[in-house]
């Protein structure tokens, strides 16, 4: 077993930490606190750094015409790239590309053509549409949105909430019930575009988050064709559940870059401010506030990388990525706390990330799965799938 | 919530605009027909927030003559919010705002609540 970084992962971790920090943090010095997108002419001249970079579309695979770099790897970056003021929902504003809705890489042969190879041209948008008022972390149950047939069409009905990117979207991944008494044998995907008849974009749902609002959706007798389909008629809950896995390595990674940023932040802080005549780092209240700082970083850090390794190599991964979301998010949530503690009432200000940060953090304790049902998980891995 | 503000408009005066909050936010400027023709934010970068923002606004946008305003720290998402309530209605973003071509779309109902 070998926890060293090869000489390409040290390689491209460099590469992206100095493009982060000589980029992108300069950048953002101009912007508003809780700006989420960079002026056109800066991330068209990023992007094309990037991709000059062979770093475009990181998560998009070879033979779709992204890097060929493994999940542990992919990581990494994901960790370097949120390593600035917006980087926890907007990572480098996005100039990195990504796979989009990666289910679509499964998608059938007219669907590749109609949706996927748009998406990837940079052509069309997409967003998925998942979680319901009555819920989303147990889909098998919360999915209240009923598609019903009609002749070689699909009516839909119901809405959906905390929705990202629907309002910029020109389709979406849409879950419903098409089969009332199967549970999550009854939940299909529907790929639906948001021109159609009956599809409405209702409100922003305004959050402690800035970047990447989330939008309420309601579909009112919306058609879609039986060929939108996605996977198979009561398919989707795997669909789902897979993405849902996925997700949360990612999810994970991001506030481990955070928290190294604003560890960092204070390590250099601290030395610096002087209180009753000694620096803050000569306390011992300081030194153990960035002691636990460094524990939860590295903890948060190899839990995922090891769900990262896993999923790699196609072992099982569910327990692992539950364990690396619940313990990043977690951990990365009292970095910054202490953090802002240390640098006091400009902690709390919006010259610094910190606040940002703060409001953000407490998001990813609840996307994407809260940590109640990351235990829930972890619990029904141990004690098998009876618990329930 | 209303997504559309349903705040009272008041005068471009020196007395209201002196009575304006530092907080951060968003408003609306109309002409003197009560037409909307600029929506705008105070974001953190402003001096003094909404005072220093409406003011300058109204000085520079020919004219204004009343404006209404909510403090709200989500400035950023309410902005965006009320331009597109305003694209929605009207089919065009109001005349002083600039053209915004990554603007979502929205379609509120009418009572312009959520649903």
Redesign the interface.
Known sequence: MNLALTDEQELVVSMVRRFVREEIVPLEAGL??????LPAEDFARLKAKVQAMGLYGLDIPPEYGGPELDLPTRTLIAIEMAQHRAGLYAPCYGVFGGAGLAQLFEANEDQQRRYLEPMLRGEKRGFFGLTEPSGGSDPARAIRTRAVRDGDDWIING?KIFISGA??AHFGLVFARTDAGKGRGGVTCFIVD?DTPGF?????V??LR?AR?A??L?FENMRVPDANILGKLNGGFAIANDRLSRQRIPYAAGCIGVAILAHEMAVEYAPQRETFGAPLSSRQAIQWMLVDNEIDIESARWLTLAAAERAERGADFRKQAAMAKLVATEGASRVVDRCMQIFGGYGVT?DFPFERWYREMRIRRIGEGPSEVQRHIIARDILGASLR | MAIRSTRPWRPIDPESLAALPGQLGVFELADASGQVIYIGRADARTLFGLRGEVAARAASIPGACSFRLEVTTAYHTRHLELLMAFRADHGRLPTHNPPSPELGRLSPGPSGLAS
């Open positions: 508003d606190p809780d700006a989420d997108e809405s309002d910029r948001t409405h974009v209702r409100r922003i305004h959050t800035a609002y939008t309420e309601q919006k």
